[in-house]
């Protein structure tokens, strides 16, 4: 079975500082990722995604992620927090199952950015 | 374009009322997936439709929860009837079968006293 492990719940930043939210997956077969955000009282919104090619993806409000197949992670980072990053971020997996995608969320991790 | 869209956005009730949530999903998308999403955890999946077949509802609460999505568009979640436990927020998404890439509504609260 797939799973996905967000290892931290909460994570704390200065504005401006780097932070990494990290991902760890498991399955058995190749597989899609993804991170999504969560603003309060709002819906999930794609970041990034890593369908195949290179590794390392870019996504909108200056996050990236590195795709590393032997560590099966998927991090998240960025360089420099504003206050409005100020989120819960979910990583997910998809797999292809019976001819269809199956997507599997991680916890969560709570990103709060203090200035 | 407009996005999956939601309704309503909030709803308290009593325990063992009904309730029922829409969703239109963006035109041209053929899944549809119903998440419920409990405080401070990720989204687990409750029903998934390709068109207008559920093709992975193992999730979904059968004895109270029920879903349909008529034409292959709209869809609508009804619980019947509500529990304390069921106060969460009901997630619907929509995306194409192969990329696994969806696009999420705003979701519906509910709160069931």
């Known amino acids: 079975a797939q799973s996905v492990t967000q290892l931290d719940s909460q994570v704390p930043v200065f504005e401006e500082a780097p932070v990494e939210l990290r991902c760890n997956y498991s399955?058995?077969?190749?597989?899609?990722l993804f991170w999504y955000v969560q603003y309060p009282n709002q819906g999930l919104q794609l970041l990034l995604k890593?369908?195949?090619?290179?590794?390392l993806v870019k996504g909108i409000n200056g996050f990236e992620a590195e795709f590393n197949k032997s560590q099966t992670s998927f991090h998240l980072r960025k360089p420099s927090v504003h206050i409005s990053d100020t989120a819960e971020y979910f990583c997910?997996?998809?797999?292809?199952?019976?001819?269809?995608?199956?997507?599997?969320f991680g916890q969560g991790t709570r990103l709060t950015i203090n200035p | 374009e407009a996005g999956v869209v939601q309704s309503p956005r909030y709803k308290i009730i009593e325990k063992k009322q009904p309730v029922a949530f829409w969703c239109n999903p963006i035109?041209?998308?053929?899944?549809l997936y119903w998440y419920l999403q409990n405080l401070g955890q990720g989204p687990e999946l409750l029903i998934r439709y390709e068109n207008e077949e559920a093709v992975d509802d193992s999730q979904l609460p059968k004895d109270r929860f029920s879903a349909e999505r008529l034409k292959g568009v709209d869809s609508t979640l009804k619980i019947q009837p509500a529990e304390l436990g069921d106060s969460a927020v009901y997630l619907c998404?929509?995306?194409?079968?192969?990329?696994?890439?969806?696009?999420f509504g705003e979701g519906s609260r509910l709160t069931v006293l």
């Open positions: 399955s058995s077969v190749s597989v899609y």
């Open positions: 890593y369908l195949s090619g290179s590794t």
């Open positions: 998404a929509s995306g194409w079968v192969n990329t696994g890439e969806l696009f």
């Open positions: 035109s041209g998308h053929n899944t």
């Open positions: 997910a997996v998809s797999v292809l199952i019976q001819g269809a995608q199956k997507l599997v």
